[in-house]
């Protein structure tokens, strides 16, 4: 059982998990590397005239930097750099500033010049590796060290919430059916699920419902106390989980879930706290 009220520990698990993510993350985006050709979807040819219209020295300049080789060869040295990010926090050594840095670099990287497509993973991944950055930056400084946990701890509530509340007052959402809608799609569609909840409506109505409830609760994870506060991220883990199985939303388990450790941290503390303030009365 991790202890979530040590920073140490907090924070490589973070690393662990969110590190995983990326990199399943950038095999994908190997894959696709047919899309980063002239003629593909994500044509540089096309996009740095958004970008650079009116800088034609830049485009000339930037043009091997953001080629389909050159986003290959940065995707491959993302790979390495993951793989070192994970050895070296599995044999439990802290967050290395270099790596951390250059990973860091090249997410920014990647948000910039593959900018289509992006979704809440992406904006999360981003948020908890640029914390980690500080983290790595200024590793004695628990002031900070601690804010950087708090404002993973904030932004994975927040997000949640706010999903939860949009899903609320949706009536498409409350209508019960669009888990099955978006199940019955070709790009995030699985057609043996859908074919079953086609005949099952309470069914899918309760995994849409499901789905509302769990987000726009989340925060009540602040109210309990360990282990209850763990067991409780159980039903987010699963969401997620069941997203990438079903819906082929891999990163969405590595982001959210690598969020999961600086909440129970940032409870945890809470909860001392809590306990610590009648003896000063």
């Given at each position: 059982?991790?202890?979530?009220?040590?920073?140490?520990?907090?924070?490589?698990?973070?690393?662990?998990?969110?590190?995983?993510?990326?990199?399943?993350?950038?095999?994908?985006?190997?894959?696709?590397?047919?899309?980063?050709?002239?003629?593909?979807?994500?044509?540089?040819?096309?996009?740095?005239?958004?970008?650079?219209?009116?800088?034609?020295?830049?485009?000339?300049?930037?043009?091997?930097?953001?080629?389909?080789?050159?986003?290959?060869?940065?995707?491959?040295?993302?790979?390495?750099?993951?793989a070192v990010?994970?050895?070296?926090?599995?044999?439990?050594?802290?967050?290395?500033?270099?790596?951390?840095?250059?990973?860091f670099l090249?997410?920014?990287?990647?948000?910039?010049?593959?900018?289509?497509?992006?979704?809440?993973?992406?904006?999360?991944?981003?948020?908890?590796?640029?914390?980690?950055?500080?983290?790595?930056?200024?590793?004695?400084?628990?002031?900070?060290?601690?804010?950087?946990?708090?404002?993973?701890?904030?932004?994975?509530?927040?997000?949640?919430?706010?999903?939860?509340?949009?899903?609320?007052?949706s009536p498409?959402?409350?209508?019960?059916?669009?888990?099955?809608?978006?199940?019955?799609?070709?790009?995030?569609?699985?057609?043996?699920?859908?074919?079953?909840?086609?005949?099952?409506?309470?069914?899918?109505?309760?995994?849409?419902?499901?789905?509302?409830?769990?987000?726009?609760?989340?925060?009540?994870?602040?109210?309990?106390?360990?282990?209850?506060?763990?067991?409780?991220?159980?039903?987010?883990?699963?969401?997620?989980?069941?997203?990438?199985?079903?819906?082929?939303?891999?990163?969405?388990?590595?982001?959210?879930?690598?969020?999961?450790?600086?909440?129970?941290?940032?409870?945890?503390?809470?909860?001392?706290?809590?306990?610590?303030?009648?003896?000063?009365?």
């Amino acid at each position: 059982m991790f202890d979530f009220t040590d920073i140490t520990v907090v924070i490589q698990l973070t690393g662990l998990i969110l590190g995983t993510g990326m990199f399943i993350s950038t095999l994908e985006y190997v894959f696709n590397r047919r899309e980063y050709q002239p003629d593909g979807l994500f044509s540089w040819h096309i996009w740095q005239e958004l970008e650079f219209r009116n800088y034609k020295t830049l485009k000339k300049v930037s043009a091997p930097f953001f080629s389909a080789q050159g986003v290959v060869m940065l995707l491959v040295i993302r790979l390495g750099l993951i793989a070192v990010f994970l050895y070296l926090l599995a044999i439990g050594q802290p967050l290395n500033f270099a790596v951390t840095t250059a990973l860091f670099l090249t997410q920014l990287y990647l948000n910039f010049r593959i900018p289509y497509g992006k979704d809440g993973s992406d904006q999360m991944s981003t948020i908890v590796l640029c914390m980690l950055f500080f983290i790595s930056a200024f590793p004695d400084n628990m002031l900070l060290v601690n804010s950087c946990l708090i404002f993973i701890a904030y932004q994975s509530i927040i997000s949640y919430l706010t999903a939860g509340i949009a899903k609320l007052i949706s009536p498409t959402w409350l209508k019960g059916d669009i888990v099955y809608d978006v199940l019955n799609t070709r790009t995030y569609g699985n057609k043996r699920i859908a074919s079953i909840l086609k005949d099952y409506k309470y069914i899918r109505r309760a995994f849409t419902y499901t789905t509302i409830g769990f987000e726009s609760l989340f925060f009540i994870v602040f109210f309990l106390r360990a282990p209850y506060n763990a067991l409780f991220l159980i039903i987010p883990f699963g969401f997620h989980l069941s997203s990438a199985l079903f819906m082929g939303l891999n990163s969405f388990v590595f982001a959210f879930v690598s969020t999961y450790p600086s909440v129970l941290y940032v409870v945890n503390r809470l909860h001392r706290v809590i306990d610590a303030l009648p003896s000063l009365f």
